[in-house]
């Protein structure tokens, strides 16, 4: 007996005044020509103060193998950014909703468009949230998602993308170009 397919995940697409404007399916949104949808970012903090940065997993069809924030992803058709993220957690670093203390949405303005050597094109309005762990959560990364992860202060993190900005996804330096988020993290 053959178990049914699960239907394909969708993502949002926005016009250009950031308006939904239909959807598509996911796994063949992201191409040369990727229309413009919504997304959103995260960075992890943890009790001790710092952040969880990740490497993107090596199959990944953008990006594979760069270090970025602590996880992304695309809110469902009619769900919420917030329910996104908290999604996305789960299903990327193992985080269940209980260890989450708090979501706070930092740069809720942000977009960005970026071209992968491939030439898979990125092209998102995508509001940067941080998200602080309870004490004594931990992270178990979905392979699939994430090929390793540790965990580094602000400070440290900002000395190195001033450094070498071309180690890092273009989110992550574009979103950390912006003083709002440097002030989050830092807090």
């Known amino acids: ?29 992201h191409t040369a020509d990727t229309p413009l949808h919504f997304a959103f970012s995260a960075y992890l903090l943890t009790h001790e ?22 996880f992304c992803g695309h809110p469902l058709p009619a769900e919420s950014t917030r329910d996104a993220v908290i999604r996305r957690a789960g299903f990327e670093l193992g985080i269940a909703e209980e260890a989450i203390a708090e979501i706070t949405e930092v740069l809720g303005d942000f977009r960005y468009r970026a071209t992968d050597s491939s030439g898979i094109v990125e092209w998102e309005i995508c509001p940067v949230y941080t998200v ?17 992860h ?27 170009a912006d003083h709002r988020l440097r002030k989050a993290l830092a807090e």
Do not use: C, Y
């Open 150 to 176: 540790f965990e580094i202060t602000p400070a440290r993190l900002m000395d190195a993308v001033d450094a070498a900005p071309g180690a890092f996804s273009p989110w992550l330096v574009e979103e950390l």
């Open 1 to 29: 007996m053959n178990s049914p397919q699960p239907a394909p995940e969708l993502v949002v697409l926005a016009d250009e005044h950031g308006r939904p404007a239909g959807t598509a399916v996911k796994s063949e949104v």
């Open 49 to 70: 103060g710092t952040t969880v940065l990740t490497r993107r997993a090596l199959s990944k069809i953008t990006w594979p193998g760069v270090w970025t924030n602590s």
């Open 132 to 148: 602080r762990l309870r004490p004594g959560a931990t992270v178990t990364p979905n392979p699939e998602e994430v090929d390793s």
